[in-house]
C-alpha cells in the first residue's frame, strides 16, 4: 500500500549526540515536510521540500537539518544544538500539481517519539 | 492563515452523527477548509477539504456556510474509533502554504 513511513518509532538521544530520522514516501509527491509536536500542542514546521535537492526552513529549525537527495526520502538530524530535542516528530508530504495554485492535502507518517536520555 | 476557533471537546454516542463546529470568521476568499484528526500517537490523518461547496466522502461530510465564515464535520454515524483529536485549519491554495495546526476538539465517542 502506498504511504509515509517513518523510523524508528521510538528513538533515545544521549546529550551532545546527533540522530537522525528517517522519513520515506511511495506516494510519488514532491513535496515533503518535518513538523514537531510537544505534547497538548499543535504542530510546528521544522523543514519543507518542494522538490528534490532543494529545501527551506520552517518556523523553528534551528538545531535541524535536512537532506533531499530523492524523491522518496527526506531524512531528519536533530543535533546537539537543539537544546530541548524530546518530542513527537512528523514527517508528512503532498503533491504538487502543475501551476501556482494546489489544494492537495498533506498526508502523514505515524512518528517518531524522542527522548533525551 | 486565517485563525479558526473549535470546541476543546465534545462527546459523542456510538451510532449517533458527531458535528463538530469551527469557526473561521478571518478566512479569505483563497482559503479552503481542512479538517484532520489524530488518534493519540498517531499522525495526523486527512479526513477532506473544501473551498465553499459542502463535500462528502467516505469518512465525513463538509457544510461550509454561505458566508464562508464557519463549518461543521459531520460524522454520520460515530464509532469508538473515531475517538480523537480534530483540527480545523483555513489554508490558501497559492504558493507554499504550511499547516497551521490550533490545539483542536477532543472528540470522545462512548458505547
Known amino acids: 500500500d502506498g504511504g509515509i513511513t517513518q523510523s524508528p518509532k521510538y528513538l533515545f538521544r544521549k546529550e551532545g549526540q546527533n540522530v537522525t530520522l528517517s522519513c520515506e514516501q511511495n506516494?510519488?509527491?514532491?513535496?515533503m515536510y518535518w513538523y514537531r509536536q510537544d505534547p497538548g500542542q499543535g504542530l510546528r514546521l521544522i523543514y519543507y521540500s518542494q522538490i528534490v535537492n532543494d529545501f527551506q526552513k520552517g518556523d523553528i529549525a534551528e538545531g535541524y537539518s535536512v537532506s533531499r537527495e530523492k524523491k522518496e526520502s527526506f531524512p531528519l538530524t536533530v543535533t546537539s544544538a537543539q537544546k530541548n530535542p524530546t518530542a513527537f516528530y512528523l514527517c508528512?508530504?503532498?503533491?504538487?500539481?502543475?501551476?501556482?495554485?494546489?489544494?492537495?492535502?498533506?498526508?502523514f507518517g505515524d512518528g517518531t517519539r524522542l527522548s533525551i536520555l | 492563515d486565517a485563525k479558526t476557533t473549535q470546541p476543546p471537546s465534545m462527546d459523542c454516542a456510538e451510532g449517533r452523527a458527531a458535528n463538530l463546529p469551527c469557526n473561521h470568521s478571518?478566512?479569505?476568499?483563497?482559503?479552503?477548509v481542512y479538517w484532520y484528526r489524530q488518534i493519540h500517537s498517531q499522525g495526523p490523518q486527512y479526513i477532506i477539504h473544501?473551498?465553499?461547496n459542502n463535500e462528502t466522502n467516505e469518512m465525513a461530510s463538509l457544510i461550509i456556510t454561505e458566508d464562508r465564515k464557519s463549518s461543521t464535520l459531520i460524522l454520520p454515524h460515530a464509532t469508538l474509533r473515531d475517538t480523537a483529536v480534530y483540527y480545523c485549519?483555513?489554508?490558501?491554495?497559492?504558493?507554499?502554504?504550511?499547516?497551521?495546526f490550533g490545539t483542536g476538539t477532543r472528540l470522545l465517542v462512548s458505547p
Open positions: 485549519i483555513v489554508r490558501a491554495n497559492t504558493g507554499f502554504q504550511k499547516l497551521v
Open positions: 506516494l510519488n509527491h514532491d513535496a
Open positions: 478571518t478566512i479569505s476568499g483563497n482559503e479552503y
Open positions: 473544501g473551498l465553499k
Open positions: 508528512a508530504s503532498s503533491s504538487v500539481p502543475p501551476g501556482p495554485y494546489s489544494n492537495q492535502p498533506q498526508h
